[in-house]
């Protein structure tokens, strides 16, 4: 039997057996036929096979009206905390988080930037300090994505100041409700505070929390990004689907005969079926293991095509673009939330900043896929706590 037979089915028969009217129990199923993450080893959430045959199964899954918003609500752990327990956890470590974290009865955030460490995520200064079989965490990190509802966290620290900032660096999952972490919600232009900042007062974490060898906190942080930037620009979802369809859909209803707004359209709803097929080539592509750099054109094209799309949807309604629909209420949203196109305007916003800025994405681009020189990089031999900070 093929690969593709095999995973045909198993789709099938979770199809059968398996009702939608209980999410977390369907994605429990989903988990243990090991159709979760594919090309995962077999008994964690998946079947040894090629990462590529995952986006046939979310597409069958999706085209059978299947549950599939897990994805959505815990991004940051299904996107990318599997990936890095997959990569460098223990097989213990993967037993206890992988199957709660697909079926989101734990939800993850990713604790990484920090008020001075953003871009420059390897000069972050929040620091553990060894206790035993404990770290003790002390530090404050920012613009942290679903915290307030978040059971664990992908936290990187520093734990050897003396060697320079790559090196000094250690990663761990932290539990959020442990004594001394504080969550405070920071407010977007959206009106919703879908981030916070976030503080560790001598936070105990054990060190069978921590992932991959002390030291090794940088290698570990690549994992999360690169499959974090994939993750946001490698949109796989069906032919004129999403924010495009959306500007099809008011298009339609605003009746406008105007030939220079449908010239637009058309144009935007060609650059998004390029960006798409794009990104579902190099989806069905993957075999297993960790993306390359050249996850980050997508996130750089997505970026900067969603950010036209929404503006041109808004242009579409005319006065309507301006009004924000149910009044600006400021709440703190769980991940499947309306989005209207006044508000996924305003939230676009941000898509050329979170996951890596576009500028960055046009650096690792540079230098890593077309091989240009580097940027000066005056303190990568400097031991960390020598390097000026502001
Ligand atoms: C909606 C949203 C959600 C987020 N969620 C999370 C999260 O869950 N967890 C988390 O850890 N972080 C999160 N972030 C933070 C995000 O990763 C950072 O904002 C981003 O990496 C940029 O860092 P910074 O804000 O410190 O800006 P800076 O790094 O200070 O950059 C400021 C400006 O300088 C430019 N710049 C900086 N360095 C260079 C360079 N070398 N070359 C050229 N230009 C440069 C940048 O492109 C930018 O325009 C989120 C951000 C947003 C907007």
Not at 14 to 43: I, R, T
């Amino acid at each position: 039997m093929s690969d593709i037979d095999r995973v045909d089915a198993l789709v099938d028969r979770l199809l059968a057996e398996h009702s939608f009217d209980d999410p977390q129990a369907f994605w429990g199923a989903q988990y243990d036929l090991g159709l979760a993450w594919v090309w995962f080893p077999e008994g964690f959430g998946g079947l040894g096979l090629a990462r590529g045959l995952q986006s046939r199964i979310n597409r069958r899954l999706e085209e059978a009206g299947a549950p599939t918003w897990n994805r959505r609500v815990n991004i940051l752990g299904i996107g990318m905390g599997a990936a890095v327990l997959a990569a460098h956890g223990t097989d213990e470590q993967k037993r206890r988080w992988l199957r709660p974290m697909f079926t989101t009865e734990e939800i993850w955030c990713q604790l990484f930037s920090e008020p001075g460490a953003g871009s420059d995520l390897a000069g972050l200064a929040t620091r553990a300090v060894r206790d035993g079989d404990e770290w003790v965490v002390t530090g404050q990190k920012v613009w942290t994505t679903l915290a307030h509802i978040a059971k664990w966290g992908l936290l990187v620290t520093r734990t050897d100041p003396d060697v320079p900032k790559h090196r000094g660096l250690t990663y761990f999952v932290v539990d959020m409700q442990a004594p001394g972490v504080d969550v405070r919600p920071l407010y977007q232009i959206t009106g919703e505070a879908e981030f916070n900042e976030v503080f560790f007062d001598e936070v105990r974490i054990p060190d069978d929390q921590r992932i991959d060898d002390v030291g090794a906190g940088w290698r570990v942080a690549m994992t999360t990004l690169m499959n974090e930037r994939v993750a946001i620009g490698g949109d796989t979802t069906p032919r004129g689907s999403g924010a495009i369809a959306e500007a099809v859909r008011v298009w339609k209803e605003s009746r406008s005969d105007d030939p220079v707004l449908r010239d637009e359209l058309v144009r935007l709803w060609a650059e998004w079926e390029a960006f798409r097929l794009t990104a579902a080539r190099a989806s069905e592509m993957a075999k297993a293991g960790t993306p390359g750099p050249e996850g980050s054109t997508g996130k750089l094209v997505w970026a900067d095509l969603n950010k036209r799309i929404t503006s041109f949807t808004v242009e579409l309604m005319g006065m309507d673009g301006a009004v924000f629909p149910g009044g600006y209420r400021l709440i703190r949203p769980e991940g499947r939330d309306e989005m209207p196109p006044q508000k996924a305007f305003l939230r676009a916003r941000a898509n050329s900043i979170e996951g890596g800025t576009s500028e960055i994405m046009m650096n690792i681009i540079g230098e890593r896929v077309l091989g240009l020189p580097p940027e000066p990089r005056v303190d990568k031999d400097v031991p960390w706590k020598e390097v000026p900070r502001g």
